[in-house]
C-alpha cells in the first residue's frame, strides 16, 4: 500500500486529507461501485481557485521596487515559493496582480510581463493530486481524462484564451473519441464552466457536451470573500498580508462576492456579513468596504465584476447538469472585528474575533443557499429542453471533496451516472429543495 496525502486548493484554503491507496483496488471502491465501468465517457476537469500553475516572464518590466528584476526568464508564479520573505514579497504581487481597463472591460499584467498555463489538456499544471481516484477506477491521462487549468486571476470575461482553449479541447476529445465529454468542475470551477457554456450556441453544446458535474459551486458567492479582502483569511499561518494583497490585487475574490438580493439564496440587505464597532456591512456594501479599506480607485472594477452577467443573470447551462453540495458542517456566514477599518490599503486589519454560522450550515467554505441557487432557476428550462437536471445535498461532506473516494458516496454516485446510467438515489431537484427548506428553518 503507498500512504500519501490529498490536498485540494479551494476558495484560497488547501484542504488537506490523509489517505491510503491500495494498488490494486480502491478503500472504499469495491463496496460502492461495481468494476469494470460498462462506459469510460471523455472526463474534462475545470479545477478550482488557485489550483492551476501559472509562469511568467518579464521583458523590461519596471517595477517600482529596485529590487525586483524587470527581466525574467519563464519562471513559476504560482504556487508561490514556499520560501518567500518580505522582501519579495511586493516583486510576487506585482507580478501577481492584475490591472483593469474600465474603457475596454479587460484586464492585462503590468507593462512587459507574460503570464501563462501549464500544460493544458494534461494534469501537469495542476495543484493536488486528487485524479487518483479516477484513475484506479480505469480513466487514463490522455485518453478518458483530460485537465483544463486557466488564470484563475480573473473572471471568465476577462480571459478569452480559456474559452478558445477549452473549445478546442472539448471538439479535439469529441472527435477523437467519438463520444460526448463531461466537464467536471469542483469549488470555483463550477463558475468558469457555466460561463464558458454561456458563450458557446446550443447546436454546439448539443454536439459535444453529455454532462456538466457541478460540485460543491459557489453560484451565490461565500462570506468568506469578505474575510480575504478585509484580513487576508487563509492558511498557511503568518501569510495574512500576502493573501490580503492577492484579495485586492486579483479579482477571483471579489467575483465570489456573496450575491446582494433578496429571495432565499443570495444576501439580503438585512444579512450582516461583517461587522466593526461602528458599522455593518452587507452584500451591497462592497463599494463601501474597499474605501473603508483605503482601495479608493476599485469602483469600476468593482462594478464590472460584481455585475458580470455570467452570474448576475445566471442563464442554464444548456446542457445535463448534476450539481452535489455538502451540508451539516459550521460554515461562517458573518465576522465580527473589535475596531473599525483604517482606510489605509498598507494596514491590514487582524483577523475577527468572532464568527456567526450560517443557519442553513454548509460545507465549511460555502453556505447552502450558495449552492442551491440553480436549483430555483434552471429546472423549467432544462426540463422544456429535455435535459437531465439532478441535484443533491451529502451530509458531512468538506467542501469539493466529492472529487475523491475519501468524500464519501458523493464521488462514487457521480460515477456511477456518467459511466453506468445509474440516477443517484434522492437527486431529484424537488428533494433538494425540501431539503434546503427544512436547514433553513433550523435554529
Known sequence: MMKSGICLHVIGHVLCVMMVVWLGSMAHGDD???????????????????????????TNSPSKFKHCPTNQNKSMLWPFPTDLDLNNEGCFIEAMGVMFDEKTNSFHNKQGETTDIYDFGGFGGFLGNFLYGLMELGFVIG???????????????????????????????????????????????????????????????????????????????????????ASGFGPPIGMQYLYRLMSTETYSNLWLWPRAGESNVTYSKNAVLGRTPSKNYTAYDVHELFHDLGFDDRDAVINSVVNDTDLLDFKHPG????????????????????????PNKNIVPPMPYKTANATETGDSVVPVRSSMRAAFLWEKPLQQMGKRFLYKGY?????????????????????????????????????????????????
Open 32 to 58: 460502492n461501485i461495481k468494476k469494470p465501468l460498462a462506459y469510460y465517457p471523455p472526463v474534462i476537469v475545470i479545477p478550482g481557485l488557485t489550483s492551476s500553475n501559472l509562469s511568467f516572464t518579464l
Open 143 to 229: 485518453e478518458t481524462l483530460f485537465g483544463a487549468p486557466y488564470d484563475f486571476r480573473v473572471p471568465v470575461f476577462g480571459n478569452q484564451e480559456f474559452v478558445d482553449s477549452l473549445t478546442e479541447l472539448v471538439e479535439t476529445v469529441s472527435n477523437k473519441t467519438g463520444n460526448k465529454v463531461v466537464l467536471l468542475a469542483p469549488s470555483y470551477g463550477p463558475m468558469y464552466t457555466i460561463s464558458f457554456l454561456h458563450r458557446k450556441s446550443q447546436e454546439w453544446k448539443d454536439k459535444y457536451v453529455d454532462w456538466f458535474i457541478a460540485e460543491s459551486p459557489v453560484w451565490s458567492g461565500t462570506p468568506l470573500s469578505f474575510g480575504y479582502i
Open 319 to 342: 446542457v445535463n447538469t448534476y450539481v452535489t453540495f455538502g451540508y451539516g458542517l459550521d460554515t461562517g456566514e458573518s465576522y465580527t472585528w473589535k475596531n473599525d477599518f483604517v
Open 395 to 443: 451530509y458531512g461532506q468538506s467542501h469539493a471533496l466529492c472529487a475523491i473516494p475519501e468524500g464519501g458516496s458523493c464521488f462514487f454516485e457521480v460515477v456511477d451516472l456518467i459511466c453506468n446510467n445509474i440516477t443517484p438515489p434522492q437527486s431529484s431537484v424537488d428533494e433538494a429543495k425540501d431539503l434546503f427548506s427544512k436547514l433553513m428553518q433550523q435554529a
